[in-house]
């Protein structure tokens, strides 16, 4: 059971999906939650399957005082590298919320100063506060969404079943038909590749 803690009323936690995908953007959450919110089910949304994060999804848009969600695309993951595009995220996410937070807290051992807010860096913060939990189920189930509506323009690479991840079948499709417009150039695509043909059509 997830705990449920307040430094204040306006805390939000912020959680990011997709760090390690070869394809698609990084995308993080931001959610403020009121207090007293309980959900049995909710958890790290890596430990639930797609169809629990799919159902918690508009519970927890409806429950919560407010979320922001954002993507950040592969042309500036490879400009400013995944750590930081992940924190940037973090940061425009924080900055959609409609009510001002008080305290974030994040999941992770990394971030940076958001506009001279307090903040608390959390291990495994997904699966031990509400919050947290809530904002990795939001970053996730848009980011899925995502992966499945540009599946439509290259489904040789599975997006709708793989999300960008690299996995064996992901990884087959890119020796066979190299990178698209969403892959990461600043990842190994391939091991035994350095280069890889650019298709953009």
Known sequence: MLELFYNSINETGTDEAGRGC????????????PEGFKNDILNDS????????????????????????????????????????????????????????????????????YKKIAYECIIKGDSKFMSIAAASILAKTY????????????????????????TKEHREAIREFGITKYHRKSFKQLPEQLKLPLKLN
């Not at 394809?23 to 939650?33: D, E, M, Q, R």
Request: aromatic content about 8%.
């Open 22 to 33: 070869l394809a698609g953007p990084v995308t993080a959450a931001a959610i403020i939650l």
């Open 46 to 113: 890596k430990q639930l399957s797609e169809k629990k994060r799919e159902l918690l999804r508009p519970i927890i848009e409806e429950e919560a005082i407010c979320f922001g969600v954002t993507h950040i695309y592969p042309k500036k993951i490879d400009e400013i590298n995944i750590l930081n595009a992940s924190i940037l995220a973090m940061h425009k996410s924080i900055g959609k919320l409609t009510t001002k937070p008080d305290f974030i807290i994040v999941d992770g051992n990394r971030f940076k100063p």
């Open 143 to 166: 980011r899925d969404a995502y992966m499945e509506k540009i599946h439509l323009e290259y489904p040789m690479y599975n997006w709708k079943k793989n999300k960008g991840y690299p």
